[in-house]
C-alpha cells in the first residue's frame, strides 16, 4: 500500500510542547473580566456619584423668564468715520527729483548671470568651464584684478528673467555645483 499526498501539511508537535492560545478566546476572557470588575465595584459602591449642590437649583427647576427686547431702548450710534478727514492730513508730498530718479531706475533693464566660482588660477577656471560644458552649459571666464590680485570668475548667462536664470542654476546644482544668481545693469 502506498500513500497518496494529499497536499496538506501535517503538523507535528513536540513531546512536552504546549499549543498555542487562539486570540479570541484571549479577547473574550479580557472582556468578560472587565464586566466582572465594573459589576464588582459598582455592588460595592465605590462609583462615584455626580456632586449636587442645594443651593444652585436644577436646570429642571430654572423658570423660564421671557426675553426682553431691548432693542427699542438701546440709543443707535452713528457710525463715526474719522477717515475723510485724517488721510487728507497723512498726505506726504514726494519730490519731482526723487520721482524722476524712480523712473530712470525703473526704465533701467536687468539681466542675470550665475557665478558658480572664482579662481586665482586660471588652469582650474578652464577645467570648471569645461566640466559645466559636459553639462550642457555654455560657461566662460571673466577675469578682473581684486586688490592687486588676478581673479578668473566662472560664469553662465546672461539670462533675461530671474525664473529662467533659477532654472539653469537648478541644472548646475544637479551636476553638483552651486551657483550664485547676480541681477546687473544692461549695457
Known amino acids: 500500500m502506498t500513500k497518496k499526498k494529499t497536499g496538506m501539511k501535517k503538523t507535528t508537535r513536540k513531546a512536552g510542547q504546549k499549543r498555542p492560545v487562539p486570540g479570541w478566546i484571549i479577547m473574550v476572557g479580557g472582556i468578560l473580566f472587565g464586566l466582572l470588575l465594573a459589576t464588582f465595584v459598582y455592588i460595592k459602591g465605590w462609583v462615584p456619584q455626580p456632586i449636587v449642590r442645594p443651593s444652585e437649583p436644577m436646570p ?12 427699542k431702548t438701546v440709543e443707535k450710534k452713528k457710525a463715526d468715520y474719522d477717515f475723510y478727514t485724517v488721510l487728507p492730513e497723512m ?18 533693464s536687468y539681466q542675470f548671470i550665475l557665478q558658480v566660482a572664482s579662481f586665482k588660477s586660471q588652469q582650474d577656471a578652464e577645467q570648471l568651464k569645461a566640466q559645466i560644458a ?5 560657461a ?12 578668473h570668475r566662472v560664469r553662465v548667462g546672461p539670462f533675461d528673467s530671474g525664473r529662467e536664470a533659477d532654472k539653469q542654476k537648478r541644472a548646475l546644482e544637479k551636476g553638483g555645483h552651486r551657483a550664485l544668481i547676480l541681477k546687473e545693469t544692461k549695457e
Not at 498726505?91 to 533701467?108: A, C, G, T
Not at 559636459?134 to 555654455?138: A, D, E, K, R, T
Open 140 to 151: 566662460y571666464i571673466q577675469s578682473i584684478e581684486v586688490n592687486g590680485t588676478q581673479w
Open 134 to 138: 559636459f553639462s550642457g552649459q555654455i
Open 91 to 108: 498726505e506726504v508730498v514726494i519730490p519731482k527729483e526723487e520721482l524722476q530718479q524712480h523712473e530712470v531706475r525703473d526704465d533701467q
Open 60 to 71: 429642571s427647576q430654572l423658570e423660564e423668564k421671557p426675553v426682553e427686547d431691548v432693542s
